[in-house]
């Protein structure tokens, strides 16, 4: 993946670039290496972010949210997740929305 990286900085395809730095941290999580998947995340979110691909941002979102809240930007963590949700909804995905909303409202239950 790490060569595929270079190639798509190379070719300026910020697109590949988001969706392979995402593949990276999807590996890492894999690996329960949470301190390197994290940065990738965080670079893939903001690369869909500006490039405003909605399908993008729904599913990096949805492992940087989970990623923020297990260690400990429970508020930042849960935004990032409501826009998951949103997004979703958006795209006519409601199962996943749900799935998602379920997320948030365990987070959110007084125990946690």
């Known amino acids: 993946h790490q060569d595929r ?34 940065p990738h995340l965080q670079e893939s979110y903001a690369i869909l972010l500006k490039l405003g ?12 949210g989970q990623l923020l809240c297990a260690g400990g930007a429970k508020e930042e ?8 949700r949103d997004g ?3 795209l006519g995905q409601e199962a996943q929305a749900r799935q998602v909303q379920a997320l948030l409202d365990s987070l959110s239950s007084p125990d946690r």
């Open 88 to 90: 979703f909804r958006k």
């Open 5 to 38: 990286l270079t190639v798509f900085e190379v070719l300026g395809d910020v697109d590949g670039k988001a969706h392979t730095l995402w593949s990276i941290a999807q590996i890492e999580m894999q690996k329960k290496d949470y301190p390197n998947a994290f």
């Open 77 to 84: 963590g849960m935004a990032i997740l409501s826009r998951s």
């Open 53 to 64: 691909r909605l399908d993008g941002i729904i599913y990096v979102g949805l492992d940087l």
